[in-house]
């Protein structure tokens, strides 16, 4: 009798988990299999001034319906505690481990998975993470004026306390001031302590310049740069007076040639005139004056021409009516005489 029993309740269960049929169609069954789900991806803890966050993707194919949970290690522990708060995480959550990281020196991991009310997905880690080395520092606020040939720059970085009592101003450590000038874009960097006032000399005053900054903590070389701040280093002149000037400078140098010019004019109208009256009367006398000594000078040649010619006529005529004979030589020679004169 208990035999038939345990053969009749043997055939009702078989027959209760047998998919049912309907219209030829099967119409639900028992499913006991249990399939795992995709693990996340892209992993990632990002820190902005000491503020850290876990950022993650789903895996391809997660259901809607799907929860993620975060847990994080201390190295030197090497036990693994979960997150609260990070528990049951929706696909596009992210999970803020800056109350967890306690201590910036030291080392920590997360990792991530996901899960529905009857599966789950493989552990995902992170990369090692080190809140100090690993943040980013923002740029400080910046404040910049001009003083001649220099200029100040003045830095303000946010109030903010963190954990183990660290003020986020401890952070900074160095400030790189990237400076160009906007004229020709010459540029230098200045690498400086970081102090809340700071002067950058040896500059052009009148000129404008713009100077970009980045601050630097002790262990880390993360930073992003702030945006351009430009001034000049002193006030420049403006161009409409630049202009009035230029123009005035102009007016002045066509007076000062007219001024010459009629200068000029007036001065060689006089001169003309006194070369007119005084230099050309003595001019006309120094020529009357050369002529009367050239005629003077041809009349006194002609009349000792004449003279000679009559002196020498008459002893010609003494020598022939002469009773004394002179010597033959000088008979002859005063023959010659006498006929040269003759003719």
Not at 191 to 205: A, F, G, R, S, V
Not at 253 to 259: D, E, H, I, P
Request: with cysteine; glycine share 6%.
């Amino acid at each position: 009798m208990m035999e038939l029993w345990m053969l009749l309740l043997l055939l009702h269960l078989h027959l209760g988990n047998s998919p049912r049929i309907k219209d030829g169609e099967e119409v639900g069954s028992l499913n006991v299999s249990c399939v795992s789900l995709p693990a996340p991806l892209s992993v990632s803890i990002s820190s902005f001034n000491m503020q850290h966050i876990l950022s993650f993707l789903p895996g391809p194919g997660t259901p809607s319906d799907t929860h993620f949970t975060v847990e994080v290690v201390h190295l030197r522990k090497n036990s693994w505690r979960q997150v609260s708060g990070c528990l049951e995480l929706l696909a596009e959550q992210t999970c803020n481990l800056t109350m967890v990281f306690k201590d910036p020196y030291d080392h920590y991991q997360a990792r991530i998975k996901a899960f529905t009310s009857n599966q789950t997905s493989n552990w995902t880690l992170s990369g090692v993470f080190q809140p100090l080395s690993d943040t980013v520092l923002e740029p400080p606020d910046v404040t910049l004026s001009g003083c001649g040939n220099c200029l100040i720059v003045q830095l303000a970085v946010p109030a903010r306390k963190l954990l183990q009592n660290l003020q986020l101003k401890e952070l900074y450590k160095r400030v790189i001031f990237h400076v160009q000038r906007t004229r020709d874009g010459a540029q230098f960097t200045l690498n400086l302590p970081y102090n809340d006032k700071n002067e950058i000399t040896y500059l052009q005053p009148g000129v404008e310049y713009c100077v970009t900054v980045s601050a630097r903590g002790l262990f880390n070389s993360n930073y992003i740069p702030s945006k351009p701040y430009c001034a000049f280093t002193s006030p420049p002149s403006s161009k409409s007076s630049n202009a009035l000037y230029v123009v005035f400078i102009l007016l002045g140098v066509f007076c000062m040639l007219g001024f010459l010019f009629i200068g000029l004019v007036v001065y060689g109208s006089q001169l003309s005139s006194e070369l007119i009256t005084e230099h050309l009367p003595r001019s006309l006398l120094n020529t009357f004056i050369q002529g009367r000594q050239h005629r003077r000078a041809q009349l006194e040649f002609s009349g000792h021409f004449s003279a000679s010619q009559l002196h020498g006529s008459a002893n010609c005529l003494l020598m022939a009516h002469s009773p004394v004979q002179a010597l033959k030589s000088s008979s002859e020679q005063g023959a010659g005489d006498c006929a040269l004169a003759l003719t």
